[in-house]
């Protein structure tokens, strides 16, 4: 596969005075894949809708290999696309939306029984009308339809959305896959574990504004130390005194960014007892995303994602 590259710049959207998109930029590389986070309403799906040329932007730019999606001749042949699952033709049964997408490319009908069976979507469920499918099956048949064109560019808005465990894994995997072989795959997610799994890189996104982007091996190691004691308040004041910032953290603990060594000597400074003192933990990217989609905290926050 090719290296293609997805560039969002500067990109906002309004509705009315509500602004959904706000100055977002990030890239998206190919041979890995990038997890766009964030809460529901943050700004995802608009971003998508804009980057597939399906809402207008009001300023900024998001292209692919620096093209706009909707210069780009045949897209649907490069560039494989699933937008929000609820949002398809529910009067047509999987298969005709499948076989108007081969149509569309002048691939053949064989093509359709393949990707039916890649997404393990049946025969007869094929020849059931979309407005009766679960939205897993939608999600199968969007993936379907995504990877009908044998695109080298992936854009999947919630892909795992309504999948069981089993779909999940098994989308996983495809998408592994994908990028592995150098493929460049965008995928959003409101659920941290999900993008924790299949994305190298994460975008977050809360209320309209990117408030952290990094490897997950960078993200992660913004966790810091967690540190607990039986006198909470002692070794707040304890942390303070050494000029150490700390928020609370699990069950009646406490993160900072400072190293182990730096807590526990401020800690034995001031005489109080540690019963937990260690590297924060993967939740530290869970409370990470919580607090960098708060409203109130999001402003306060820096892009690696430290509270100032
Ligand atoms: N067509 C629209 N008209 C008005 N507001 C919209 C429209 N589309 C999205 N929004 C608003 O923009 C915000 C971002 O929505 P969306 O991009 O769908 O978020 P996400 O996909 O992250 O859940 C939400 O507050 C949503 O209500
Ligand atoms: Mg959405």
Same mark, same amino acid.
């Given at each position: ?22 100055? =977002? ?23 998508? #809708? ?30 494989? =696309? &699933? ?79 309504? &999948? ?7 989308? #996983? ?7 592995? #072989? ?94 937990? &003192? ?27 994602? =430290?509270?100032?």
């Amino acid at each position: 596969m090719l290296d293609h590259m997805i560039t969002i710049e500067g990109l906002s959207k309004r509705y009315g005075g509500f602004v959904a998109v706000d100055d =977002v930029s990030f890239t998206c590389k190919a041979g890995s894949g990038t997890g766009f986070l964030g809460p529901t309403g943050a700004g995802k799906s608009t971003t998508m #809708r804009i980057l597939t040329g399906l809402t207008p932007e009001d300023s900024g730019t998001a292209q692919i290999d620096g093209v706009r999606y909707s210069d780009i001749p045949n897209p649907s042949t490069k560039i494989g =696309v &699933l937008l929000d699952a609820s949002a398809q033709h529910a009067g047509r049964t999987g298969r005709e939306i499948l076989m108007i997408s081969a149509l569309t490319m002048g691939l053949p009908t064989k093509r359709v029984d393949e990707m039916l069976e890649l997404v393990s979507l049946t025969p007869s469920e094929s020849k059931r009308r979309v407005r009766n499918y679960s939205l897993g099956m939608r999600q199968r048949l969007g993936l379907a339809n995504a990877l009908m064109g044998d695109p080298e560019v992936l854009i999947l808005d919630e892909p795992a959305n309504g &999948l069981d465990p089993a779909g999940i894994h098994w989308m #996983r995997g495809l998408l592994r896959s994908y990028a592995n #072989r150098g493929g460049t795959v965008l995928l959003s997610s409101h659920l941290l574990n999900e993008i924790e799994v299949i994305a190298d890189e994460i975008v977050v996104i809360g209320q309209g504004k990117i408030v952290a982007n990094g490897t997950k091996a960078e993200l992660l190691s913004t966790a810091g130390t967690f540190v607990k004691s039986l006198e909470p308040d002692d070794l707040l004041k304890a942390l303070v005194t050494a000029g150490i910032s700390a928020e609370p953290s699990g069950d009646a603990g406490l993160r900072t960014d400072s190293t182990a060594e730096q807590v526990g000597r401020a800690a034995a400074a001031a005489g109080v007892a540690l019963v937990e &003192l260690r590297a924060a933990d993967g939740a530290g990217l869970e409370e990470m995303f919580l607090k960098l989609t708060e409203p109130t905290q999001r402003e306060s926050i820096n892009p690696e994602g =430290v509270v100032a």
